[in-house]
């Protein structure tokens, strides 16, 4: 047991022959309960400051695994972020890969399309071509014939009755509605024609005694003509017209 300095100061010694000054040993017991009491009182301040210590380190040390928790659970949220994050990215440029893909798939569609449009009216063109060649090669022909320029060189005999030429007419009518009927195909190829040459000459005139002659009607009549020899060499009026000229 630890001795208190009050049993220090009230300890009593007892006496020999020749002992120690009884004062000097009261003096020198008075500074040691003086110092001894020193030290009590420095060491229950070090024990409160120890005890004080402990609890701020047990703080600290809540308040460190606190934070450990902490800094665990925002690295966790920074992760599943970054994770959220890559995927979205990678969602974004799967979703724009795609897109890129189907534009890129409509353009080489349009694309083709274009080409076959392009091809189809090349060659749509280029058959009309062959075809107005043709009738102008003929036509060329018919005009430089020799019996073309006899037409002018000699005088006509173009008198008819009236109802003579209106029962041709008639018959030129029927006959044009029955070959219609018969080829529609043809006969609308044939009036195509006649209106894109009757557009491209814009409507050149020919003269041949004050009588007017459309140039896209002469085509169409020679292709009506052409078409009637096909077919068992039937005329399109039904009825020869004769054009003598005098003599």
Known sequence: MAITPNEILTKEFDSRFRGYDANQVNDFLDMIVADYDQLIVESERLKEQLAQAHEKNAYFAQLQESLNSSILVAQEAAER?????????????????????LIIDRASTTAKDIVKESDVLRRSSKSYRAKLEQIIREQL?????????????????????????????????????????????????????????KEDQQTELYNFEDVAVDPAQEVATKLQEEYSQEHDDEDLLGETIQINPKN
């Open 141 to 197: 022909a018919e005009v430089t014939s020799s019996e073309y320029h006899r037409l002018f060189d000699e005088e006509l005999d173009t008198t008819y009755d009236d109802e003579h030429l209106k029962e041709a007419n008639q018959r030129a009518i029927d006959r044009v509605d029955y070959l219609e009927q018969q080829d529609p195909e043809g006969f609308n190829q044939i009036n195509e024609i006649a209106e894109q040459i």
């Open 81 to 101: 972020l970054k994770q959220n994050a890559r995927k979205e990215a990678e969602l974004i440029l799967f979703e724009a890969e795609r897109e890129a893909d």
